[in-house]
Structure formats: structure tokens, C-alpha cells
């Protein structure tokens, strides 16, 4: 069994595509990035039986709430209270931290971060946090809020600070950073870390492995991201599969 922990299904370039890519891997967690896209993202876990959703604002956009004077955490709240599959909503997310250069405002970002930790504290479920040149502040605002379960999504930390994070009990989704020849810190990472904490993840249609000729990067490339787990571990294939797989279902509380 495979599971894609961190996919965006719902983008407008896989509109004619889907239902074939449902069926690239077992199960998926599809994650919202704009306040938007989520009833798109709710649609899909309803139509879909393999895809499970995180529902949440990427620090990318944060700036959209302000200007149309959205109150996150009581929006947020209300999305889940209002939908009828609440057991196809595993997490909150994509959530999280961007300092790169002409991103929006550091507090702008930190405001809606925090607020959306709130709402996972509140429902508790885990988290899904994008995390670029942000680990400190996203480690401390994650601690302040007392959330020790989720998912650092496209993990490029040191081992050093990815260690941080494992050790407070979050997983690191491994993608296809992985299969290019300079991701030296990520190598280092997959060698260190314990096995139940790796999980896999595309994040289709962007982060395309190397070499890929593709227009967009989609679900059946997550075999390149395993089979350098496989090479870099020394372990089976099927290992790596099976594992990841068990780590999802225990960090989305998926029973059945």
C-alpha cells in the first residue's frame, strides 16, 4: 500500500486527469492552499473514498484573509463544523512559514500560523506545515501552541534540526527533493532519521524529480522518491511502502 501524504488534486491543471490519478497510488492526503480551494479539497475527499483532506491557508496567501476580511480561526472552525464527512477531514494544513525573499510579512504569516494551530489544538488533529528558512520560528510557534503531531511537509532541514522536530514528535514528508544529486541535506536526513518517522509525499502537480521532462509532477512519481528512501536505507522497497504507509494511517488516526 502507498499513501501520498501531500497533494493538491484539486489544481485546475489535473481537471481532465483525475480520475486516472486517483488511481496511481492507494490514498491520499489532498491539502488546501487558499481559503478557496477548500470546498474544492472537501469535494474531492467526498468523491473520491482514497482521498482524506487537510484543510487550511498556505503562508503564501495569508495576505487574501486580510484583504477580504477573513477571521481564520473562526473561518476555519466553521468549514469543519459545516461539512457532512467529518471523518474524511484528517489534519489541518497547508499551514505553515515562508521567509523567502518577497514573501508576505513575517507577522502577517505568524498571526495566521498561530490562529490555524489554535484550530488544530481545538479539533485535535495534526498538522501539515510548509516550512521555508522559517524552522525556528515554526518550531517555537508549534511548541507555544503545545502541537507535538504532524507532518513537516517537503522536509529540506538539517538532520540537526529535523532531529528537533522528530523528537517532538512530528513526521518528515519525504518528496522529490530527494532524487536531485545536490539534496545532501535531505540525504542526511533520510539516513538518520527513524523509519517511522519518514513519511512519502509528491506534492503533484509541482516539486517534479530530476531529470523529469513532465509538464507536472503526478502521483506515480512517488516510486523515485521510495526507491531513493530504498537505496539510501538499505532496506526492501516493500519496506519502505509498508512503512510509510503505517506511519500515515497512525499519524491521521485512519482506522478502517
Excluded at 479539497?41 to 476580511?69: M, R, T, W
Excluded at 527533493?177 to 509541482?206: G, H, Q, W
Aim: charged share 20%; proline share 3%.
Amino acid at each position: 500500500m502507498i499513501f501520498d501524504t501531500h497533494i493538491h488534486l484539486a489544481h485546475p491543471c489535473f481537471n481532465q486527469l483525475r480520475d486516472h490519478l486517483v488511481r496511481q497510488v492507494d490514498f491520499f492526503l489532498e491539502c488546501a492552499t487558499t481559503y478557496q480551494s477548500i470546498k474544492d479539497v472537501l469535494f474531492l475527499s467526498s468523491k473520491y473514498e482514497q482521498v482524506f483532506s487537510a484543510i487550511g491557508i498556505h503562508p503564501c496567501f495569508c495576505q487574501q484573509l486580510e484583504q477580504d476580511n477573513i477571521e481564520i480561526d473562526e473561518w476555519l472552525y466553521q468549514q469543519y463544523l459545516q461539512y457532512d464527512m467529518k471523518d474524511k477531514i484528517r489534519a489541518i494544513g497547508e499551514i505553515g512559514l515562508d521567509y523567502r525573499k518577497g514573501q508576505y510579512s513575517h507577522k502577517l504569516q505568524l498571526e495566521c500560523f498561530s490562529k490555524q494551530l489554535q484550530v488544530a489544538k481545538q479539533l485535535d488533529f495534526p498538522v501539515s506545515i510548509h516550512c521555508i528558512y522559517a524552522a525556528e520560528d515554526v518550531y517555537q510557534q508549534v511548541k507555544l501552541c503545545g502541537i507535538n503531531n504532524g507532518i513537516l511537509h517537503g522536509c529540506s532541514l538539517s538532520w540537526e534540526m529535523a532531529k528537533k522536530f522528530v523528537d517532538y514528535g512530528f513526521y518528515l514528508g519525504i518528496g522529490s527533493t530527494l532524487t536531485y544529486p545536490n539534496a545532501r541535506k535531505i540525504v542526511e536526513v533520510v539516513k538518520n532519521a527513524p523509519l517511522d518517522r519518514l513519511l512519502l509525499e509528491t506534492d503533484s502537480p509541482f516539486m517534479l524529480p530530476y531529470q523529469l521532462q513532465d509538464v507536472y509532477n503526478t502521483p506515480k512519481n512517488i516510486y523515485l522518491v521510495a526507491n531513493r528512501i530504498s537505496t539510501i536505507r538499505n532496506i526492501s522497497l516493500e519496506n519502505v511502502y509498508q512503512t510509510t504507509y503505517q506511519n500515515a494511517r497512525s499519524l491521521l488516526r485512519i482506522n478502517n
